[in-house]
């Protein structure tokens, strides 16, 4: 097929095109007779072509897996094996909690710690809640949603809605009362 190329010849469409033709032009037995030799030639660059296709698709691979990574980018960690927010190919992930409140503040207060939380924390990434798209907010006592609504109505922008999702949870960590994962565009 690469003399074929090489010449003034129409090129073959595809090797089973070359092949019936070397057997329409030699015969079946100048064909069969003509393996050894084409194998001789070609078996090397075969080999060389499926090594090489091999070698660069793993390489291109990688390089595109490590390019990947390093577009993905971390806030600041409020402790071990976490990150305040992560950002990656447009989108911020973070996660609001009422952390310095006092003891026994109700669900109103614990809400709008959480949400300055957020704010902060989406601030740090270049972003703000009028770009959110989700939300999922854990409650420990869903009798109290209500007082939840209210803190969470009034901390939106006029306008800006958020697909949200409340769930009712046994207990959440340092004993808080509520806890909200949002989603939002950079």
């Known amino acids: 097929m690469m003399t074929q190329a090489a010449s003034d010849l129409t090129p073959y469409s595809s090797a089973f095109h070359c092949l019936k033709d070397i057997i329409a032009t030699e015969g079946f037995s100048a064909f069969l007779a003509g393996l050894p030799p ?42 071990p094996g976490r990150n305040a927010w992560v950002k990656h190919k447009g989108v911020v992930w973070t996660v609001g909690v009422p952390k310095g409140r006092t003891r026994n503040a109700d669900i109103g207060t614990q809400t709008k710690i959480s949400l300055a939380s957020i704010d902060d924390r989406l601030a740090q990434a270049g972003t703000h809640k009028s770009k959110i798209i ?33 769930v009712g949870v046994a207990s959440l960590a340092n004993n808080d009362k509520v806890e909200i994962k949002v989603t939002v565009a950079a």
Request: glycine share 10%; proline share 5%; charged share 25%.
């Open 38 to 79: 084409r194998a001789a030639y070609l078996a090397p660059l075969w080999g060389a072509q499926f090594f090489l296709n091999e070698k660069l698709t793993r390489a291109m691979g990688e390089m595109n897996y490590k390019g990947q990574l390093k577009k993905i980018v971390r806030g600041p960690a409020p402790g």
């Open 134 to 166: 989700e939300a999922t907010v854990f409650l420990t006592n869903m009798k109290e949603f209500k007082d939840f609504d209210r803190e969470w109505k009034a901390w939106l922008p006029e306008g800006i809605g958020a697909s949200r999702a409340t």
